[in-house]
């Protein structure tokens, strides 16, 4: 058999069977089955705040916490960073100008530390090892990435309001993004049409949504645009559209300047349309969208000859 692991013969966790089996040889540990289903709840329960004084995503990310730090996912070092993030964006609103300036680079700082895996302390679960999803595809793995999603859920839960409106002016600058991102990407030769539907899709799709787009949305849109736009004046958000599209392209460096040069194109996208909406859900509807149809209709992560 090819060394290359492929969709009919490659090894994952699969952390929504809480109880402790086997799947194609590896063992899913129960802890870390809870702690994972704990994580993908207190996102959900951003947008559920039954109470105004007391909001159930406090009570369950302390939860999701303590299954992490007690299951080995996150230690005691990365606890305290993860601590001071969300002191930080606790004090934010109640700072004064001078302190939010300083509180807003720290924030900014941490944050993309933590979605970039740069902060010590944390053992993020490899659910996929280097699987090829198709023949012409460059290998994939899969990470839950506590500490990205943690970031995220902190940000939009203490800085950003919530809503489950609905949006039907979405659309147009939706499909506009996705048209473009992939026109270029088809044009460059960097993706190919590869219609699939693997057997971890299911998780990949929940891990996608609420940890994924939310934090990279929550950081770039909800924070740096939007602190940014308020700095600048509404008269010039198109500088802080511009800083925060650049910077969420920079981010994805690590795969590439394609990946950057498609990060930062569908950046702007999710920009406007954040800017339009001034929801978070909006921004993020459209990024997990692009997100999903490049996972089920395209090379994905990208074709083998770009590596």
């Not at 039954?50 to 406090?58: A, E, G, L, T």
């Not at 053992?123 to 999603?149: C, E, F, R, W």
């Not at 645009?225 to 802080?240: D, P």
Request: some cysteine; charged content about 10%.
């Amino acid at each position: 058999m090819n060394r290359r692991k492929t969709l009919y013969a490659y090894h994952y966790h699969f952390p929504f069977d809480f109880l402790e089996k086997k799947y194609y040889g590896v063992t899913m540990i129960t802890s870390q089955a809870l702690t994972y289903s704990s994580l993908y709840l207190t996102a959900l329960l951003l947008w559920f705040p039954f109470c105004r004084k007391i909001k159930p995503w406090w009570f369950s990310c302390v939860c999701t916490i303590a299954l992490a730090v007690s299951s080995g996912i996150i230690t005691i070092i990365g606890l305290i960073f993860l601590s001071l993030f969300a002191l930080s964006c606790y004090s934010f609103s109640k700072a004064t100008p001078l302190l939010k300036i300083l509180l807003g680079v720290i924030i900014s700082l941490m944050g993309i530390a933590l979605m970039s895996h740069n902060i010590p302390g944390f053992h993020n679960l490899k659910m996929i090892n280097q699987v090829t999803l198709g023949p012409d595809s460059l290998p994939y793995s899969l990470y839950l990435n506590m500490d990205k999603a943690l970031m995220g859920i902190i940000l939009l839960g203490f800085l950003h309001p919530l809503s489950l409106k609905k949006y039907t002016r979405i659309w147009l600058p939706t499909g506009v993004t996705i048209l473009l991102v992939f026109l270029v990407a088809y044009g460059f030769s960097w993706i190919r049409l590869d219609l699939k539907f693997p057997v971890f899709s299911p998780i990949w799709l929940i891990n996608n949504l609420l940890a994924t787009c939310l934090a990279e949305e929550a950081l770039f849109r909800g924070f740096i645009q939007r602190q940014l736009t308020v700095a600048f004046g509404k008269n010039r958000y198109f500088i802080a559209w511009l800083i925060a599209s650049v910077l969420f392209g920079a981010l994805h460096f690590p795969g590439g300047i394609h990946y950057v040069l498609l990060a930062t194109l569908a950046g702007f996208g999710y920009g406007f349309i954040y800017h339009k909406t001034q929801r978070i859900e909006a921004s993020i509807f459209a990024h997990f969208l692009l997100n999903t149809i490049h996972f089920l209709c395209f090379s994905y992560p990208g074709l083998n000859h770009l590596s």
